[in-house]
Structure formats: structure tokens, C-alpha cells
């Protein structure tokens, strides 16, 4: 079975579960965390994939990282991805419950790369902008990149929208090179 799909089907249980017993924004809170901590944390990710150490010693060092930091709903679904040989799934997983969790919560996740940081007014007036464009709360992300050389590229899903001044430069050069391309004939050159 293909990766993406079997993400899907635990994050749907995982899902279910946290809607029957109202803790879904805790559950996806907790999921976001320990993906990160997956993701970055090369020696625990190596552990978890070893081979040589049971299941158990895997529960018990999970167990011993997150304590009380994680739900007992949370703690006995990394359980069960564990004695299943799906904890490689972790991140997968996660992003398929946010994006769940999303559609539930009615939000959308906008991400926005300017030139320079945002200040907050700016970032309050672009989720106005977008809350109100698509009918959603509006979970902004934002990011600094200083080649854009000013202006900002939005993504809202798969529709990006893209007004910095680097790509403005980039389409300009593109038409000057069209339009300055003239075949000899046509300039009175033989």
C-alpha cells in the first residue's frame, strides 16, 4: 500500500477519535510537536528505526521524552504506530490530521514570503484580506526572503499569487528580449 494512503486511513482514525472525544485542536497541537521533534532529532529518529531495539525500549524512551507532555490519546496512537512498524509515517500522518483538523475548524493556512518582516498591523490587515476573500480563519505563516527585493508572494493551497519586484523584473527582462528580437529582414538589412 502506498505511503500517502495509509498516512491517510491513521490520520483519519486519529481524527475520529479526537472529534468523539473533544480534544482535536490539543491532538493536533501535540502531533505538530512531535513531528518536529522527529524531524530534527537525527539520534531519536535512528533509535526508533533500529532493528536491534524492541518495541517496548521504544514506548518506554517515548515515554520518558514526553511524560506528561502529550495526551494519553496521543501517547497510545505513537503506541500503536510503533507496534504496527508505522512510525515512520509520523510526519505523513501528521500533515493529513492538520489538514482534517482544518477543514473542521473552518481554517486556512496562508503562507506569506515578503522582503522585509511584517509588522503586525500588516499581517492582522492580510488575514482580514484573506478571512474575508474566502470565507475562513486564517492561520498565517509568514517568512522573510531578501531576494524578492521588495513586495510579497502569497500562497493560500495550491493558488500562489506573486507581486515581488524580483519576479516583476524577471517578466520585464523576459519582454525586452521578445520585443527586441527583430529578424534582419524586417529592419531593412540585407
Known sequence: MLSGALARRYAQALFEL????????QIDTEMKTISEIFRYNKELKYLLNHPNVDDES???????????????VTKHFLYLLIDRRRHNLLELIQREFTRLADKALNIVEAKVISATELNSSHEERLKKVISNTTGKNVRLITEVNSELIGGAKLQIGDCVMDGSIATALCKLREEMRKSSYKPQQEVGVS
Open 18 to 25: 479526537a472529534i468523539e472525544t473533544s480534544v482535536l485542536d
Open 58 to 72: 521504544k514506548k518506554d524512551i517515548l515515554e520518558k521524552i514526553f511524560e506528561k507532555r502529550i495526551s494519553d
